[in-house]
């Protein structure tokens, strides 16, 4: 983990997922935005913020991914000060977060495979609800912005003109490595990427990736690629196919060999949130056919 300076009241430890870090008094208490994945992440960035005369009072996460609030049990368990903020759809998440391999599994008990710590993080309790899209603490306006579609009620965290914008986009490298970006409701995904690539903050983290001072390239790049997959998904649908072909089918495309539940399940997610949104848009129906669910183009 390394510590970076943005402006004199807000930084960000580098990492697999990056940490938001905003300064919130003359005490050096600090704000911070997600805590990694696990207990060791957490007790990392606590070291990491002592290095640097810091001490952690206050949480709130980008997101309800296992990656993003992981980090929460370990801090709240060893500072029990601590307060962790989340709007209330936020709260079941973060204090059951077996929901996760729930959500992926079609609300079934997952299987062995989804209950590992990049899908299940332990348990944290929430101490604020917030009900605004401002929070004050400590004298200090935090905004939350809306950046639906990767997850629902994913909210970008802006303070000092900088925006933690969670996983709303991934970076080029990322893009190029998983090709298929892992969103749950792609209209959202679509509308967040189309703000983002036209706001103009004097700084953007993504939690996977660098420091950027303009978004819009990244932004654009992803949509171009959420666009891509939908006309793949349509021409394939020419002919009716089952969900599961044309899963094998947009994997194939792009050239992926999944050998594991957890990235199996994240694309069929994926796949299904483009299904939803083209039926939506009536460029896609489904039908049965010998108690088989297919899905066919409309043309």
């Given at each position: 983990?390394?510590?970076?300076?943005?402006?004199?009241?807000?930084?960000?430890?580098?990492?697999?997922?990056?940490?938001?870090?905003?300064?919130?008094?003359?005490?050096?208490?600090?704000?911070i935005v997600d805590s990694g994945s696990d207990d060791s992440?957490?007790?990392?960035?606590?070291?990491?913020?002592?290095?640097?005369?810091?001490?952690?009072?206050?949480?709130?996460?980008?997101?309800?991914?296992?990656?993003?609030?992981?980090?929460?049990?370990?801090?709240?368990?060893?500072?029990?000060?601590?307060?962790?903020?989340?709007?209330?759809?936020?709260?079941?998440?973060?204090?059951?977060?077996?929901?996760?391999?729930?959500?992926?599994?079609?609300?079934?008990?997952?299987?062995?495979?989804?209950?590992?710590?990049?899908?299940?993080?332990?348990?944290?309790?929430?101490?604020?609800?917030?009900?605004?899209?401002?929070?004050?603490?400590?004298?200090?306006?935090?905004?939350?912005?809306?950046?639906?579609?990767?997850?629902?009620?994913?909210?970008?965290?802006?303070?000092?003109?900088?925006?933690?914008?969670?996983?709303?986009?991934?970076?080029?490298?990322?893009?190029?490595?998983?090709?298929?970006?892992?969103?749950?409701?792609?209209?959202?995904?679509?509308?967040?990427?189309?703000?983002?690539?036209?706001?103009?903050?004097?700084?953007?983290?993504?939690?996977?990736?660098?420091?950027?001072?303009?978004?819009?390239?990244?932004?654009?790049?992803?949509?171009?690629?959420?666009?891509?997959?939908?006309?793949?998904?349509?021409?394939?649908?020419?002919?009716?196919?089952?969900?599961?072909?044309?899963?094998?089918?947009?994997?194939?495309?792009?050239?992926?060999?999944?050998?594991?539940?957890?990235?199996?399940?994240?694309?069929?997610?994926?796949?299904?949130?483009?299904?939803?949104?083209?039926?939506?848009?009536?460029?896609?129906?489904?039908?049965?056919?010998?108690?088989?669910?297919?899905?066919?183009?409309?043309?």
């Amino acid at each position: 983990m390394q510590f970076h300076e943005i402006t004199n009241k807000v930084f960000y430890i580098s990492d697999n997922t990056n940490i938001g870090v905003i300064k919130l008094n003359d005490n050096n208490d600090v704000l911070i935005v997600d805590s990694g994945s696990d207990d060791s992440k957490g007790r990392r960035i606590v070291k990491t913020l002592k290095d640097n005369g810091f001490q952690v009072k206050y949480i709130i996460n980008t997101h309800m991914h296992a990656d993003h609030i992981g980090g929460n049990h370990y801090i709240q368990k060893h500072f029990p000060e601590v307060r962790i903020f989340a709007f209330r759809s936020e709260i079941s998440m973060l204090e059951n977060p077996i929901y996760m391999p729930y959500f992926l599994y079609s609300g079934a008990y997952p299987i062995k495979d989804l209950r590992n710590k990049f899908l299940l993080a332990k348990s944290s309790k929430v101490t604020d609800i917030i009900d605004e899209t401002t929070i004050n603490i400590e004298n200090n306006l935090i905004k939350l912005i809306p950046l639906d579609g990767h997850t629902e009620f994913q909210k970008g965290i802006s303070f000092d003109d900088v925006l933690f914008c969670g996983d709303a986009l991934i970076s080029e490298e990322l893009l190029e490595k998983h090709k298929i970006p892992v969103n749950v409701n792609i209209k959202n995904a679509k509308n967040t990427l189309l703000f983002l690539s036209e706001s103009n903050y004097s700084y953007y983290i993504p939690s996977h990736g660098k420091l950027l001072e303009n978004i819009s390239d990244l932004a654009n790049a992803n949509l171009s690629r959420i666009i891509e997959i939908e006309n793949k998904i349509i021409d394939y649908l020419i002919k009716e196919h089952s969900t599961e072909d044309l899963i094998t089918y947009i994997l194939h495309s792009y050239g992926l060999e999944i050998d594991n539940a957890t990235l199996y399940y994240l694309y069929n997610t994926t796949i299904m949130a483009f299904l939803s949104y083209l039926k939506d848009e009536k460029k896609v129906e489904l039908f049965f056919n010998n108690n088989k669910l297919l899905w066919k183009a409309i043309i």
